[in-house]
């Protein structure tokens, strides 16, 4: 299983499904993280986490151990 977490800066993957349940799902959804969106993962920060991606048009900062539970598919 490849996470948002394994992907390459500059590469644009595409959600397969969410892990996780509750709180954390909910607030993935609501930053417009479900499946079949596409991301753009724009950088890491300098010591590592957190990582910034692109999503339908703005910018949004995920922690890896989040990043962590969502399945992505390549472009």
């Known amino acids: 299983m ?9 590469e644009t993957v595409t959600i397969k499904k969410i892990h996780g349940s509750g709180a954390l799902k909910k607030r993935f ?3 417009g ?5 596409k991301v753009f993962f724009r950088k ?6 957190p990582m910034e991606i692109r999503v ?18 390549e472009e």
């Open 2 to 10: 490849r996470t948002l977490r394994d992907a390459k800066i500059g």
């Open 29 to 31: 959804l609501d930053m």
């Open 33 to 37: 993280i479900t499946k079949g969106t």
């Open 44 to 49: 890491v920060a300098p010591l590592g986490d």
């Open 56 to 73: 339908l048009d703005y910018e949004l900062t995920i922690r890896k151990n989040d990043a962590e539970m969502i399945e992505i598919e």
